[in-house]
């Protein structure tokens, strides 16, 4: 194991003046002030000493506060439950700081995020080309305090996007998107191919931007739990559950045993409902329609189920700071039981006509590879992670809700292919059975399922965790006053993961792009925001 | 093959008889909520409480309005939870799509004394604003002349114009065995030149503007537009703001207003038949 994150002395020793201090703002978040914004040494430094990955880069507007814009990276260790936060002060008037890009390509939309929307400038990034705001758009920063919600932008004009050309005899780009043929979200892809293969795809996502980081800084904390179930719709409860996390952190609450309880009962049905549905997904983009009829059914048997459970489909409106809204009845549990014990034997048997297909395993493997040196390069999270030997998930790495580390298996495989994307969604849906049988036991115990969370104090920085169905999902936020928010930051796993994407599918042919793009399976709107 | 096939007969029939049957829904499952508006003495808790500001308040001297718009609620429940009176309390129902979107609106005028507790209800309307009915006759020939056109088949084109992909989540379960919206002669299509409707989810960014119009305009006439969800409808809980527009209304016309965050299955297909003329309009819980 790498050796746990530094104290401010030998940080100090190391690097002087460049290290203002270290403060363990929370039990799991320690926060190191730099001086200025080049925060290289430390990073490098932080990378070989101690083996440490860049979760996240995001930044703040504190001008009107302190009189700087901060950027913050979030580090992690394998094995190491604690964030280490690098804030790094940019200034009002020179508002550049030194991009990672280069030997980092994981911070490569991250930063390209943090010039649009803050206006600041990643010096020497390889590709500083806009990534979150369209080329169309006038020069606006929307995350700067100074720039007001509803701003009413003039009529766009000229390129959307300049793509790349693509050059060479028998060479030609498709354009597909932003509306695709199925019911998918919006996004544009450009495919340069010769002939069948794929040569390169580009990108253009952030079609379904909707301001909702800008939105947070609006709403009171209770109503910004709905937003927060609204920033990607098939992962609700994920994204609320991540948010009020960091609310709680805040304000210093501690969840009762039994709402932690219940929680990881829902988080693990909002995976059970998305994998199968995938799995059939990619039975169906494979021309294996029957199974997904079978795997739809399967979903639905779920949704129902959640409806049950929450008065949601979706899981919605259960969460809320402090815990859950209501407690169960021993009818509801016992109804859970009931429905995943059918579903159990269903899933086992859509699995036996799945596996025993030959046509659909020959077209699944060796499809679609994403090399593991490809995915640790590019910070790839969650199952396309895992499938391409990412050993990472957060509910074992960060522990929450009624997690426990020690038992909690994850499924890692290296060969990076669609088949073992699917494999891994296979997995995870076996244990997540088991953990949803292992809340149920602990649930026999009455107890409280909320405690209030009345008024939190402005100023405080917190951080919150999910292992979402998809990956990581982080949201950080800084309280203000009034129960409400300066910031709050969101990162849904996939925009790590889009990059992914690019790289799996070259030297495929196109008729293979959709099964490929659903084994990853990305939210636009939890990329867009 | 022998393996699919037993699987086939084990599984049996699962299709719902929606619409002909009434839906099956959970004993949980929140739908609309129901204001006791002629009891009704303080709105101000609920109205605090709703996330998307659904329930507004309008102060004047010595009287309140009190709007609760249908097309922006999200079925959290928060309101019947803040209000102390139990005028507020959720129903079950879902089949609330309207053709217009003052259908949608309910507003309650009040006199309110001192404290400000509503003592009269003065006044009940639909939409924000009292206003004349407007030519509805003219809507139903319409509709009529859409149905003679299309028939009992229905050929949609879904558009997602920014939505959180919750509505897509539901739309994609109406081709599922369950559902099975086929039976009902609804398919959906890969070309807006296929489609005679579109079913558009929001709410709209300024990055989609343009391809929905697109996909508007490509669109053969005669054509229906259906608005999905609270975003769909109003903008829900992101509201207008500088990436987004509100309401798909803001960009085209729309002919139906499916509430829901998202709506279930089953209040997709009552909205999208309602906007054939192949079922009729339900009125919001009173």
Known sequence: MARRFPELAEMKQAFGGLVQSICAAHRNEVYLLTDGPDVRPIVQHLRSEYDARVAAVFAEDRCSAEGVYFNYYVFDQTGNPQFLIVQAPVSQEDARFPSLAAEIPAVNWQEREIQDWFGLVAEGHPNPRRVALHDNWPDVAPLRKSFAIDTVLPPFEGERHIYRPTLGEGVFQIPVGPIHAGVIEPGHFSFAVAGEPILYLQLRMFYVHKGIEKRFEQLPVNRAVYLAESISGDSSFSHGTAFCQAVEQAAEVEVPARARQMRTVLLELERVYNHVADIGAIATDVGFVIANAHASRLREMILCLNEELTGSRLLRGMICPGGVRWDWTSEQMDKCVEVLRVFAQEFGGLMRIIETSDSTRDRLERTGTLTPEKARDLGIVGVGGRASGVDRDARRDHPYAAYDPATLRVPVYQEGDVLRRMQVRVDEIWQSLELIAAAKAALAEPGSHRVPVSSIQPDRCALGVVEGWRGEILHWIRTGDDNRLERCKIKDPSLNNWPALVEAVQGNIVPDFPVINKSFNLSYSGTDR | ?286
Request: charge should be neutral; proline fraction near 6%.
């Open chain 2, 1 to 286: 093959m022998f393996k699919i096939l037993r699987k086939t007969a084990q599984t049996g029939l699962v299709t719902i008889g929606y619409p002909k049957k009434t839906a099956h829904l959970s004993t949980q499952f929140r739908g609309a909520p129901r204001f006791a508006f002629s009891g009704w003495r303080d709105a101000r808790p609920a109205a605090e409480a709703c996330p998307t500001a659904a329930i507004s308040i309008q102060e004047s001297d010595g009287a309140r309005r009190v709007t609760v718009d249908y097309g922006l609620c999200v079925y959290c429940g928060q309101c019947a939870e803040a209000d102390p009176s139990g005028a507020v309390e959720m129903t079950r129902e879902f089949e609330l799509a309207a053709l217009d979107r003052r259908n949608l609106v309910l507003t309650a005028e009040y006199a309110v004394d001192n404290e400000g507790i509503q003592y009269d209800l003065k006044k009940l309307h639909h939409g924000y604003w009292p206003v004349e009915e407007t030519s509805e006759i003219l809507e139903r020939n319409v509709r009529a002349r859409i149905r003679q056109v299309l028939g009992r088949s229905l050929a949609i084109r879904e558009v997602d114009a920014g939505s959180c992909n919750g509505c897509e989540v539901e739309i994609t379960a109406l081709s599922n065995p369950i559902y099975d919206a086929e039976r009902l002669g609804i398919h959906f299509v890969a070309s807006p030149r296929h489609a005679d409707m579109l079913l558009v989810t929001g709410p709209v960014t300024r990055n989609m503007e343009l391809a929905l119009l697109k996909a508007y305009r490509a669109t053969p006439d005669p054509k229906v537009v259906v608005a999905v969800g609270a975003c769909g409808i109003s903008g829900g809980i992101f509201g207008r703001n500088y990436a987004t527009l509100g309401g798909v209304d803001q960009v085209v016309p729309v002919d139906v207003f499916i509430p829901g965050c998202p709506p279930r299955p089953e209040a997709l297909l009552h909205g999208i038949l309602l906007a054939v003329g192949r079922i009729e309009q339900k009125g919001l819980p009173q």
